[in-house]
Each structure stands twice: as structure tokens, then as C-alpha cells.
């Protein structure tokens, strides 16, 4: 299915890209560290593979607009306040992991219309694909859908926008906003939210947040 999602050629669609390749100035140095560590012989000949190097992609680190990159504080607040021009007076749906709780907690969409919450499982998601995609779809089609549900949230961003559905894959944009106002500079744990890109990530101390159980439509 990433696959499928990658070959498309629908206009309405936008396939992004981690930007991994060229000229890494603009990253940090721990990121540029990590980026050629990844960045192997084998993985470029793969990527090589399955790439059309004549098509214009887009980039996927816009989901991660502070712990990569070389430059400020401030430089990194004013990309989150253009990505949240996205769902600015939007009315929203979420569809994240057991234990994400995108926003909860901070400011992050809190300019948003309206949160509604489809909860799916933290790990093996695709497992219960269709049930997701059902409920998904039977929701209102004006509404904008955050994905935030590792490489599910591609193949279900892909498919809703096949049913006339706005839908981003969000990545990990709510960790991202916590690492950022910790003012850290590096990525650590958030105790009560789930992370499955960091050491004991997956041990995540359990909280009830009336406003968040109110937004919540399915637990699939």
C-alpha cells in the first residue's frame, strides 16, 4: 500500500519525502549525525529503486520543524505557527495511537474550530485498517483529519483523499511541539505520551483529561 501511495499521480494528492539527500547545512549537527548514519550505500540504492527522480516531491520534515534543524528558537516558532494555519477555524479530526493525546496538554490546536477523536491502537494498527477507514469515512467530508499513526497515517491520509476527505499524515508534530517548548533543543521523553521513536517511549504514566475522553468518537 506505500507503495501504491508513492506511484500516484493523483493532483490532489501530495507525496512527501524525508530530504535526506544533498546539501544537510541546514540540520543539526546530532541530525546530520543520524542522517548519514541512515543514509547507507544499501538505503540509497533502494530509495533509487522505487524513486522517480524526474517527479517533484514534497517535503516530510515539515511535521518536524524543531529538533532537526540547525537554526533558532524563534525560526522554529514561526514554523508552527504556519502550520497552524492548517487547521486555523478548522473543524478537526483526529485519528492517533492509544496514549498520543495530540495536543493535550499544550496550545497546539487550540485554535482549531472543533477536536473530534478516532483512538487507534499504539502499535500493529494496520491490523484493524478497515475498521479505522470505515469509521473515518463515515464522518462528515468538511472536516480535516490529522493522522498521526506511523506509516498507517500514510496509507489512510491516501485513502481518505480518495473519498473526498482533506487528510494529512501529521507525523510526529505534537512531540515536535512538546520537545520545542521544553527549549531543549533534543528530543526526550513526554511521560504521559506515547513515542515509539524513543527509548522507553512505550511506558506512558496514564492520565484522565475530561476535555480530551469528551472529543473521543471511537476507540477502534
Request: charged share 30%.
Amino acid at each position: 500500500r506505500l507503495l501504491e501511495v508513492l506511484n500516484s499521480n493523483d493532483e490532489n494528492i501530495l507525496i512527501a519525502l524525508a530530504d535526506n539527500y544533498g546539501n544537510l547545512d541546514k540540520y543539526s549537527e546530532q541530525s546530520v549525525r543520524e542522517i548519514r548514519h541512515y543514509m547507507t550505500k544499501q538505503v540509497r540504492a533502494e530509495h533509487a529503486a522505487i524513486l522517480d527522480k524526474n517527479r517533484v516531491y514534497y517535503n516530510a520534515y515539515i511535521t518536524r520543524p524543531y529538533v532537526l534543524w540547525r537554526d533558532s528558537w524563534e525560526d522554529a516558532r514561526n514554523r508552527f505557527e504556519i502550520l497552524k494555519q492548517i487547521w486555523d477555524k478548522r473543524d478537526c479530526i483526529i485519528i492517533e495511537g492509544e496514549q498520543t493525546r495530540m495536543g493535550v496538554g499544550n496550545d497546539l490546536f487550540d485554535n482549531a474550530a472543533s477536536i473530534r477523536r478516532i483512538i487507534a491502537p499504539a502499535v500493529d494498527a494496520f491490523e484493524k485498517y478497515d475498521e479505522i477507514l470505515k469509521v473515518a469515512i463515515e464522518q462528515q467530508e468538511d472536516f480535516l483529519y490529522l493522522i498521526a499513526l506511523g506509516p498507517v497515517a500514510t496509507v489512510l491520509a491516501y485513502d481518505l483523499s480518495k473519498s473526498s476527505h482533506q487528510a494529512l499524515d501529521i507525523g510526529h508534530i505534537d512531540l515536535e511541539y512538546e520537545w520545542f517548548l521544553r527549549g531543549k533543543g533534543v528530543r526526550q521523553a513526554v511521560p504521559t505520551k506515547f513515542n515509539n521513536e524513543f527509548d522507553g517511549g512505550a511506558e506512558v504514566i496514564d492520565i484522565y483529561d475530561e476535555k480530551y475522553e469528551s472529543q473521543i468518537i471511537k476507540k477502534v
